[in-house]
């Protein structure tokens, strides 16, 4: 990281401005545009603030933690090919309370999300297509 950033600040930054002073046309002989430059870099060293609402709120961290804590704790089961097992409608009591778990854990989601982080996509095989989330109503 350290060389990263040497290489930015000593070899790039130079190189950059040398090419913008291309166009300005600051020599030692001739200052009078150096004001130029100065403004170039003042905006350069600014323009780092225009990219800050890209970096997400405590809130937005939170909720997707939450989304891949529940991902982590019930890992979707779409690969699972075995045709030996017989389909029984017959349900035990553990995978009754597990599946209660399950939907409970869903129901604890932000919705809004859960959605765009695709995990009712990814649960479609265990939720059906008949499940809705009651807040999926109000969203847009």
């Known amino acids: 990281m350290t060389g990263i950033s040497n290489f930015c600040s000593f070899f790039l930054a130079k190189q950059l401005a040398n090419f913008i002073n291309l166009f300005v046309g600051v020599n030692s002989d001739d200052l009078s545009e150096l004001w130029v430059l100065y403004l170039i870099t003042t905006f350069f060293c600014l323009m780092p603030l225009l990219f ?50 399950f939907i409970d854990g869903l129901m604890k989601l932000n919705p809004k999300v859960a959605r765009e982080m695709g995990v009712y996509k990814l649960y479609a095989d265990e939720l059906g297509d008949s499940f809705e989330h009651p807040a999926n109503d109000s969203l847009p």
Do not use: A, C, G
């Open 52 to 101: 800050l609402w890209l970096v997400p709120k405590r809130k937005e961290v939170f909720l997707v933690q939450q989304i891949n804590e529940f991902v982590e704790k019930y890992p979707p089961k779409r690969y699972d090919f075995d045709e030996s097992v017989d389909d029984d409608d017959d349900v035990s009591s553990t995978e009754s309370e597990s599946r209660k778990n």
